[in-house]
């Protein structure tokens, strides 16, 4: 019984410990490539918009989604990035976000020719993989929340890739309570997906970003 016990402990340490090293190691390695302000940040041709749902479950507009498409905007606008790329979940025909995004960008002076959609970024690997791999880009500015853009940077790294990230506002700890735990688990994930080295769902036909 005390041998069960005491491997129990030493498997809830790792497991916690495992998740600290995790979330310290990536919050470190993004130091000096995150961005508060346009103001500050550097310009690069390309934006890398990472998806998110428009609507929560009780039908109010997401507000993880309402500031990235804010940050979006006023980066293009203070001529930061030329173009977008909006990179989400289509997995469904009726759930689409690239071109929801899309839609709202239109609304806020973006013309469409500056934008291209990625139908296949099911996760945030997909997202940065792709962007090399089909769109060419191998220098970029990733566009979410703060702790979005330090995880895409850390994947930008390991994949040898020069990027930077324009952080949009984030939510209050409350509202962001899940979000923010999921988060941890994921940072772990992609220690596991670079060990693994892990692709994306699906790859497709190269697209020129003129």
Same mark, same amino acid.
């Given at each position: 019984m005390k041998f069960k016990i005491k491997l129990f402990l030493f498997i809830c340490v790792l497991i916690i410990g495992s998740i600290i090293y995790c979330d310290a190691v990536v919050t470190n390695q993004a130091q000096n490539k995150v961005y508060e302000t346009t103001e500050t940040i550097p310009y690069n041709k390309v934006g890398l918009l990472l998806g998110t749902g428009k609507y929560l479950k009780n039908g109010a507009i997401n507000p993880y989604y309402a500031n990235r498409? *804010?940050? #979006?905007?006023?980066? %293009?606008? #203070?001529?930061?990035? =030329? *173009?977008?790329?909006?990179?989400?979940?289509? =997995?469904?025909?009726? %759930?689409?976000?690239?071109?929801?995004m899309m839609d709202d960008l239109l609304a806020l002076g973006i013309p469409a020719q500056h934008m291209y959609l990625d139908y296949a970024g099911f996760r945030t690997l997909d997202s940065v993989y792709r962007l090399q791999a089909i769109f060419g880009q191998q220098q970029f500015t990733v566009i979410s929340q703060k702790f979005h853009n330090e995880r895409a940077l850390f994947?930008?790294? %390991?994949?040898?890739?020069?990027?930077?990230? %324009?952080?949009?506002? &984030?939510? =209050?700890?409350?509202?962001?309570?899940?979000?923010?735990?999921?988060?941890?688990? #994921?940072?772990?994930?992609?220690?596991? &997906?670079?060990?693994? &080295?892990k692709e994306p769902k699906f790859q497709g036909e190269k697209i020129n970003i003129s």
């Open positions: 498409i *804010t940050a #979006a905007a006023a980066l %293009y606008h #203070a001529n930061k990035i =030329s *173009t977008l790329v909006i990179s989400g979940d289509n =997995s469904t025909p009726t %759930y689409n976000e690239p071109q929801s994947i930008a790294d %390991y994949l040898g890739l020069n990027g930077i990230g %324009y952080n949009a506002a &984030d939510v =209050s700890a409350k509202q962001g309570l899940k979000t923010n735990l999921r988060e941890k688990l #994921a940072r772990v994930k992609v220690f596991i &997906d670079k060990f693994v &080295d």
